[in-house]
């Protein structure tokens, strides 16, 4: 079935650093890949997502190409600020379900 | 329009009394999911709803644990004989299934505290 492997955190940044936070796949066909956010004390809201192989999604500086020839969708950002500490998960939908499989997280704590 | 709600926000409860959580999905979705996030943890998948029936129920951790939904929106999370280990936060989502790009909306959870 469909899985989904998350760099472990946490990760400490200082403010306008690049990040990259690591998630490969495997999975049953193409499925759309996502990422969510979640900021302290809040539910998870979607950051990005790619609906077919070689999309590039982005959204607030963030960016993740749907890499099928590594099975890869790595977060990037190319400076990052105090306000994006935050929890992120890579996400995938089960293969012949609705459900999603995510990562464990990855905790960013970014120091002005 | 509004998003994903749920009630309480906060629930403190004894051990070993019922709890029951709601979530008030998006209108027209679908597809409802509960979640449960220890303290510093990822996301443990409960169960699943597809309308008003539960395809996949196989994360529910034991009998206490129950859910239902009706009239294809609102949802309820029901743990009976609470214990400690069930001190976490509970998130539902909900999405619209159309394609293959269904995300997923979630509300803001509610934090369960079993003393």
């Known amino acids: 079935g469909n899985s989904v492997t998350q760099m472990e955190g946490p990760v400490t940044l200082s403010e306008e650093a690049f990040l990259t936070i690591n998630c490969t796949y495997t999975a049953t066909g193409y499925p759309s890949l996502f990422w969510y956010v979640q900021y302290p004390g809040e539910g998870l809201q979607l950051l990005l997502k790619a609906t077919k192989a070689d999309d590039k999604g982005s959204n607030k500086g963030f960016e993740a190409t749907y890499r099928k020839e590594t099975t890869s969708f790595h977060l990037e950002k190319g400076s990052v600020q105090v306000s994006d500490s935050a929890v992120y998960f890579c996400a995938l939908p089960t293969s012949g379900t609705y459900k999603y499989i995510f990562g464990t997280g990855t905790r960013l704590k970014v120091l002005a | 329009g509004a998003g994903v709600s749920q009630s309480p926000s906060n629930k403190v409860t004894e051990k070993g009394k019922d709890v029951e959580l709601r979530c008030d999905p998006i209108s027209g979705h679908t597809a409802l999911y509960w979640y449960r996030q220890r303290l510093g943890q990822g996301l443990e998948f409960l169960i699943y709803?597809?309308?008003?029936?539960?395809?996949?129920k196989s994360g529910l951790p034991s009998d206490r644990f129950s859910a239902e939904r009706t009239g294809e929106s609102v949802s309820t999370l029901t743990i009976q004989r609470t214990q400690q280990e069930d001190s976490a936060v509970y998130l539902c989502?909900?999405?619209?299934?159309?394609?293959?790009?269904?995300?997923?909306?979630f509300g803001p959870g509610t934090r369960l505290t079993v003393t």
């Open positions: 709803f597809q309308g008003n029936s539960a395809p996949d």
């Open positions: 989502a909900s999405s619209f299934i159309i394609g293959n790009s269904y995300e997923q909306y």
